[in-house]
C-alpha cells in the first residue's frame, strides 16, 4: 500500500515538474509507427524527460498508449512531462509558412515550394502533368491555377498537400469573383478570366490602375483587336528570354504572342492576385484602348491613337 502511495506521489511529481530542455532538443520528430516505449526513449535520450520509465508509465496511465501522433514538433526551455504527452497526443506540430507571390509562374512557385526546407518534396522530380494527375486537375497547364497567398502547415506537412490547398483558395476566389463580374464581357468562363486577370497581374502592380488596365483588354476584345501585351510575349520565349524584348520577339508567332494572334492566350502566364481577378472581372467603363508607361511606375491612358502616340513620344522618346 505505501509503495502504491509513493509510486503515485513520484508519478504526479515527475508530470508536473518542468524540465530544462537542452537547446538542441528543442525541436525534434516523432516518426510514424513508432511503439509508445520507443518515443519514451527517445524523449529521455533528447533530454525531454528525466525518466524514460516513468514517462512510459505516466503515459499509459493517461490511456496514451497508441495516441501519440508522428510529426514535428517544438518546446520551449522549459516543459512538464504531462503538457509534453498532451502536445503529442493533440499532435500540436510545429507550424511554419510559404508564400506564393502574386505575378509568379509556376516554375517559381515549384522553385519555392523546393526551397522550403520545412516541407515534404513529395513532387520533387515530378513532370508538371504529373502534379496536375496527382491533384486531380483537368488542365493542361498548372500556370496560374494556384492562389497567391501566405499558407500556414505542419512541419513536415507535403509539398503536394499545400498545393492542392492553394488550388482550392484559388476555385473558392475565382467562383465567388466570377458570380459577382460586371455584364457583357467578353469572357466565357472562369478559366477566360483567369487568363485574363494574369494579363492584368503582369501588366501593372499599382491597384490603382488595374482596373483602367483590364478596361484597355476588355475594350480591345470587344472591338476585335489584338491585346498586344509583352507579359505574353515573354512567357511564350520562355528561356529564350534575355530581359530584352526586341521587335523580332514581336513578330515572332507563338500561341503566347498576342501581337500576332487574336484573343487571349491558352492559359494564364502567372498566378494572379485577387485584386487582379476582381479587376479583370469588373474594370472600368470607359473607351480606353491604349497606355504607356510614363516612367514613375505609372500610365497614360488613351481612348485614340492619335493620343497614345503623343503619350508615347512624350514619356518614352521624351520628345
Known amino acids: 500500500m505505501l509503495g502504491t502511495m509513493c509510486a503515485a506521489a513520484w508519478l504526479g511529481y515527475f508530470a508536473i515538474h518542468p524540465i530544462d530542455v537542452p537547446q538542441n532538443a528543442r525541436t525534434f520528430d516523432v516518426d510514424h509507427g513508432r511503439s ?10 533528447a533530454g525531454l524527460v528525466s525518466d524514460h520509465w516513468s514517462f512510459l508509465i505516466f503515459a499509459r496511465l493517461m490511456g496514451a498508449a497508441g495516441e501519440i ?37 509556376f516554375a517559381q512557385l515549384r522553385g519555392a515550394l523546393d526551397g522550403n526546407g520545412a516541407l515534404k518534396h513529395e513532387t520533387a522530380g515530378w513532370s508538371d502533368a504529373q502534379i496536375l494527375q496527382r491533384l486531380g486537375i483537368d488542365k493542361a497547364s498548372p500556370e ?3 492562389f497567391p497567398d501566405t499558407y500556414h502547415f505542419a512541419m513536415a506537412s507535403s509539398d503536394l498537400a499545400l ?11 475565382l467562383q465567388a469573383l466570377w458570380e459577382g463580374r460586371a455584364s457583357g464581357l467578353p469572357l466565357k468562363n472562369p478559366y477566360e478570366a483567369l487568363i485574363f486577370a494574369s494579363i492584368v497581374e503582369k501588366e501593372t502592380g499599382r491597384n490603382d490602375e488595374r482596373e483602367m488596365v483590364a478596361a484597355v483588354f476588355i475594350n480591345r476584345l470587344k472591338r476585335g483587336m489584338r491585346l498586344q501585351t509583352d507579359p505574353t510575349v515573354i512567357y511564350g520565349l520562355g528561356s529564350a528570354y534575355d ?15 498576342t501581337y500576332t494572334r487574336y484573343g487571349l492566350p491558352p492559359t494564364p502566364i502567372a498566378m494572379p492576385g485577387e485584386a487582379s481577378i476582381k479587376a479583370a472581372l469588373n474594370p472600368a467603363q470607359n473607351s480606353a484602348l491604349y497606355f504607356v508607361a510614363r516612367g514613375d511606375g505609372s500610365h497614360q491612358f488613351s481612348s485614340n491613337l492619335v493620343d497614345h502616340n503623343r503619350a508615347v513620344n512624350k514619356f518614352q522618346l521624351h520628345r
Do not use: C, H
Request: avoid cysteine.
Open 243 to 257: 530581359g530584352n524584348l526586341r521587335r523580332r520577339d514581336l513578330l515572332t508567332d507563338t500561341v503566347y504572342n
Open 36 to 45: 509508445l516505449r520507443a518515443v519514451s526513449e527517445q524523449f529521455a535520450q
Open 163 to 173: 498545393l492542392k490547398q492553394a488550388y482550392a483558395r484559388m476555385q473558392t476566389k
Open 144 to 146: 496560374g491555377l494556384f
Open 69 to 105: 501522433k508522428a510529426g514535428s514538433y517544438e518546446v520551449g526551455p522549459q516543459i512538464a512531462p504531462y503538457r509534453l504527452l498532451e502536445k503529442t497526443v493533440r499532435g500540436e506540430f510545429a507550424m511554419s509558412e510559404a508564400r506564393f507571390i502574386e505575378g509568379w509562374t
